[in-house]
């Protein structure tokens, strides 16, 4: 999957945060429905601009954007081992 395909930023929509083509549509806001329990199903009714084949394409940029980042973890979040 190229993501790239499907996402890209633009300074002038959502102040370049990253947005699926052809909509104002943020990564991020597809990504905080699901969190929030929403299905694929629910986003693609909901959103009629978002194509199905985008989907795979947040994962994959999710995914890429996670290998290349260095994240710390707080130490709030870390478990008693």
């Known amino acids: 999957m190229n993501w790239r395909n499907y996402i890209h930023t633009d300074p002038a929509i959502l102040a370049g945060k ?28 909901s959103y009629p601009t978002l194509s199905k084949e985008a989907l795979p394409a947040v994962y994959a940029f999710m995914l890429e954007t996670i290998r290349d980042d260095v994240f710390k973890i707080h130490d709030s979040l870390r478990q008693a081992s």
């Not at 052809?22 to 429905?33: A, K, Y």
């Open 18 to 45: 990253p947005i699926i083509k052809g909509t104002r549509l943020s990564v991020e806001l597809i990504l905080e429905r699901l969190a929030n329990g929403w299905t694929e199903a629910m986003l693609l009714e």
